[in-house]
């Protein structure tokens, strides 16, 4: 299995830590260098259409993430098989490959986005094979234990459930179709502001401020078709103080 990691150049130490998690018989990952927010001009984003004037909201660490995604996107889009694309921070369960193409097997073939990993500090909306819709929400504080992220990346388990998916944060491991690849590119690009995300079992709303939440905007206003498991097959901390995307 061929892993599209993105990392920024500068972050050596997450490289060296997502291969020191994820290395493994089966897995290749092939980095690929992130655009860097900071180097980017709003207004030729403007112009070439990736962005709307309403995005003062995503910070520059966003857009350097959204774009770095975009670029496999396009890849993807063009291509005639699915990518799996991971971020630099996501640790990956011992049986990744194996569960993860087990799980792309017990899905329609018209699949758009997969996620094998998502944020466990936010609602999952999800629903089974029955129809029945539910919400997930995590404790995630046996993260803070201290071996918690090596045994997960050493430690196999039952196999997780695919799921029907409306509401998932985070872009930390999935697959794209090549189809899905397309949509998404023409439903999340130019990012924008102008339309907001309904957040299940909240009561309220917000505006998108990263490529997560266009995927949101995506997924609650267009044919998608969205899958992720419980449990996930990747984590990460999610932390905030080390996060290149979210301003701080």
């Known amino acids: 299995m061929l892993l599209h990691v993105i990392n920024l150049p500068a972050r ?5 830590q ?16 992130a655009v860097i927010g900071a180097s980017l001009d709003r207004e030729d984003l403007a112009n070439r259409r990736l962005i709307e004037p309403d995005t003062e909201q995503f910070s520059a660490g966003a857009l350097g993430n ?15 098989e699915p990518a799996f694309i991971c971020e630099d921070d996501a640790c ?10 087990s799980a792309l097997s017990q899905i329609p073939a018209d699949w758009d ?3 094998f990993g998502y944020n466990t500090n936010a609602i999952v909306a999800v629903e089974a094979r029955d129809g ?24 196999p388990a039952p196999a997780p459930t695919p799921l029907l998916c409306f509401q998932a944060w985070g872009t930390l491991a999935y697959a794209l179709s090549p189809q899905g690849a397309a949509k998404l590119l023409k439903l999340c690009f130019p990012l ?4 907001d995300i309904f957040m299940f079992g909240q009561n309220r709303t917000l505006k998108p401020y990263t490529l997560d939440g266009m995927i949101n905007v995506a997924l609650q206003r267009a044919p998608v ?19 290149d995307v979210v301003r701080r």
């Open 92 to 101: 990956l369960r011992a049986d990744f490959a194996v569960q993860a193409i």
């Open 132 to 155: 029945l819709k539910t919400l997930l929400q995590f404790d995630d504080s046996a993260k803070r234990t201290v071996d918690y992220f090596d045994a997960f990346a050493r430690t």
């Open 113 to 115: 986005i997969f996620f």
């Open 225 to 243: 078709n969205a899958y992720c498991v419980f449990p996930p097959l990747a984590v990460s901390a999610n932390d905030i103080a080390s996060s």
């Open 192 to 195: 924008s502001g102008a339309r």
């Open 12 to 16: 050596t130490d997450r490289r060296a």
């Open 18 to 33: 997502f291969a020191a998690w994820n290395e493994r018989p089966g897995v290749e990952a092939a980095f690929v260098d």
């Open 66 to 80: 959204a774009l770095s995604h975009h670029g496999l996107w396009l890849k993807v889009a063009a291509a005639l």
